[in-house]
């Protein structure tokens, strides 16, 4: 069965978020904070109520840093002329066609979280996705998580024209992806068998079949 074949990392994800990267400012689409808020209030010193403000803010300053990130990658790439299959860039391309962008960089203790995190993004559409993690998580496995988490986004939730607000009308669906794919913040090691076998389980738990 599915329960002896997954396996968990111990430690968690501290944050999910979609966020568009074509404005200015940043606008973040969805978002998802896990872990025990009462007791990194209490450790960062904020009130218990004014957490959520204090979360929304730490994210908007992650995204508008992945969105500073996203945007020299793509200014240098322009500059570079790319020979064949030489490209200095992680530039990929999607099922659809579309190219992704991706990355990770590191927040120093104090900017903006009371601990040192990891940050890993993909940008695809204009549509940033991130991951907050620890400093010390396995950054492979968040890539393969996020890319999996994209991946289900756009089949499941990004398929219209009007991709990033689709994010935020059907957002019980990314919440949904996550469940599955990201539950409380649980970063999985899955083969090849066992994503397919989700991916049946969240179809029929999105289609009601």
């Avoid at 501290?14 to 940043?26: K, Y």
């Avoid at 929304?56 to 300053?61: A, G, N, R």
């Avoid at 945007?71 to 020979?83: L, V």
Wanted: charged content about 25%.
């Amino acid at each position: 069965g599915l329960r002896h074949q997954v396996h968990s990392s111990e430690k968690m994800v501290f944050a999910f978020l979609c966020h568009s990267v074509a404005s200015t400012p940043c606008r973040i689409l969805y978002s998802a904070v896990y872990g025990d808020d009462l007791q990194l209030a209490a450790s960062e010193g904020a009130a218990v109520d004014s957490l959520r403000s204090v979360r929304k803010d730490q994210l908007l300053q992650v995204s508008c840093r992945v969105q500073t990130e996203y945007g020299f990658k793509i200014a240098a790439k322009d500059k570079i002329p790319r020979q064949g299959s030489r490209d200095e860039f992680n530039l990929s391309s999607s099922s659809d066609g579309s190219f992704s962008e991706k990355g990770i960089f590191r927040l120093s203790q104090g900017d903006p979280f009371s601990t040192a995190k990891a940050v890993v993004w993909q940008v695809t559409d204009n549509c940033a996705y991130v991951l907050v993690c620890e400093r010390d998580e396995n950054r492979i496995q968040a890539e393969s998580i996020l890319s999996a988490l994209v991946k289900l986004i756009q089949e499941h939730v990004t398929s219209q024209e009007q991709k990033n607000a689709e994010i935020m009308l059907k957002a019980e669906k990314v919440t949904a992806i996550l469940h599955q794919f990201l539950p409380n913040g649980q970063l999985l090691f899955l083969n090849h068998k066992v994503v397919m076998q989700y991916e049946k389980q969240l179809e029929r738990l999105l289609t009601g079949k």
